[in-house]
């Protein structure tokens, strides 16, 4: 399945999740940039080829870090407003677990970014 010019489009894929009602939380660069901190986005480790891009699908046992249920990361996770939709984003204390699990150079660089004082910057 052809990408549209080879764009992303997590909007595209947002709006479909939401359509068809997929309960559904956001984390990984995306969700590091919803709390704040903007950065490239890597590239993904299983992506699934959609019409609008790929869309990484994770089983919260395959998360390092993550809480000991798709229940209690949905649960803790922060609904940000997108245009006219609510996505649910992982909160920042899971988020930093997960990172901090995963323990690469971008997710401690991601770390040190959400959790920088404001004021020192």
């Known amino acids: 399945m052809a990408v549209p010019n ?3 489009d997590g909007e595209r894929i947002l709006r479909v999740l939401e359509a068809h009602s997929v ?3 956001v984390v990984g660069g995306i969700a590091v940039q919803a709390h704040g901190y903007l ?3 890597r590239v993904p480790l299983i992506p699934v080829m959609t019409e609008a891009g790929p869309l990484d699908v994770a089983s919260i046992e395959h998360l390092a870090g993550a809480p000991p249920s ?3 990361l949905r649960e803790a996770a922060l609904v940000i407003e997108l245009r006219d939709m609510e996505v649910a984003v992982a909160g920042l204390s899971d ?3 997960m990172k901090r ?3 690469r150079e ?3 660089a991601d770390i040190e970014a959400l ?3 404001p004021e020192s910057t």
């Open 6 to 8: 080879g764009v992303f």
């Open 23 to 25: 309960d559904f939380v």
């Open 39 to 41: 950065r490239l986005r």
């Open 70 to 72: 798709y229940d209690a």
């Open 95 to 97: 988020l930093i677990r």
């Open 101 to 103: 699990a995963a323990g």
């Open 106 to 108: 971008h997710d401690l």
């Open 115 to 117: 959790t920088r004082d």
